[in-house]
């Protein structure tokens, strides 16, 4: 990610207009990566049920990204002032932690990154058959997770050809044309055509927590509007709560947005809330395998997570925990 992108964000902050106030709301747009999947349920639910709004906040509008650093744009370009965002992004745009933040949770769970082959492919029936593996974009989550579970599996290095497909639709078209072996599926598809693919490396198999994306913003933006960091966050963590409480409400919210049948929706929603897929708080364990996944990538940046990640915007009763080796107030 170009410099000057972060710079020209940083600028617009000149005039930081209004900050959260629950007796006269601000409004804003947020960006969240490949929003037709399950990474917008939270926002979604929040939006729609007025939990950021009991904050302080008006999200009027979802903005998609496609992933990656495609979504980090959106969030850089698009003076969008916060989103949830893929960690890998995160780490290639700012890795000293000069211009973003880390501010909240988001999804720190591997589910769905699951990878399928076509099942009339009977070449391709388990982990060791794969030689052509789709991923979505550079610096994204199923980067991370392309490079971490075939090194966890035991597979040599050179056996495995990676192919960026642009996006989770694009690496089904080249599942389905044969041009790779496996890809991640839209998880709504996984859930309505069982029949037609064979799962071959399930994520959750190898990695209890990971962290795909996060929320994030500028430290400027943070500085100037932290009454809506802290809205944003609040009404996240509300969201997670309301989803655990009631996944169906949040299925006919994601239905509705996607486009999808409730039924299948609610088969989404039931097993990321199964899987703690999101979480309000910090959580030290998922940012340490995502980490992983980012240097088995051959990233060349070493990341200052003690002040990428800023705890002070959480909610009193969310994980404040920050990476390891850093302490509570590193953040600057």
């Known amino acids: 990610m170009a410099a000057a992108s972060i710079v020209a964000l940083a600028g617009c902050a000149g005039d930081p207009g209004p900050d959260a106030d629950p007796a ?12 037709a999947e399950i990474y917008s349920i939270p926002w979604l639910v929040a939006q729609k049920q007025g939990l950021f709004e009991k904050y302080g906040v008006i999200v009027e509008n979802i903005v998609p990204g496609k992933g990656g650093s495609a979504t980090m744009r959106t969030l850089l370009d698009g003076n969008i002032p916060i989103g949830e965002v893929s960690y890998p992004s995160i780490v290639q745009a700012d890795p000293t932690g000069a211009e ?26 388990s982990i060791q058959d794969v030689r052509r593996w789709a991923y979505t974009r550079p610096n994204s989550a199923t980067d ?19 192919v960026s497909s642009g996006g989770i639709g694009e690496g089904l078209a080249l599942l389905e044309a044969g041009s790779v072996d496996i890809a991640m599926l839209p998880s709504i598809v996984a859930e309505q055509r069982p029949d037609d ?33 802290r809205a944003i966050n609040a009404g996240y963590t509300d969201a997670v709560a309301s989803i655990d409480a009631n996944p169906l409400a949040a299925a006919q919210l994601y239905a509705d947005y996607s486009g999808f049948d409730v039924d299948a929706a609610l088969k989404v929603v039931e097993r990321a809330a199964s899987a703690r897929t999101w979480g309000g708080g910090f959580d030290p364990a998922s940012v340490a395998s995502a980490q992983a996944g980012v240097e088995l990538s051959g990233s060349d940046r070493d990341p200052d997570l003690c002040t990428l990640f800023d705890p002070q915007f959480l909610p009193a009763d969310v994980d404040h925990s920050l990476p390891d080796g850093c302490s509570e107030t590193s953040s600057s």
């Open 100 to 125: 973003l933040r880390v501010v909240g949770g988001g999804t720190q769970g591997p589910y769905p990154m699951n990878f399928y082959a076509l099942a009339s492919n009977t070449r391709i029936r």
């Open 197 to 229: 693919f064979t799962l071959i490396a399930s994520s959750p198999e190898y990695l209890e927590r990971f962290l795909q994306s996060t929320i994030t913003t500028t430290k400027d933006y943070a500085a100037s509007h932290p009454g809506v960091v």
């Open 144 to 162: 991370a997770l392309s490079q971490l579970i075939p090194k966890l599996a035991g597979i040599p290095e050179d056996r495995i050809e990676r």
């Open 24 to 35: 006269a709301p601000v409004t804003i747009d947020v960006t969240v990566s490949a929003a």
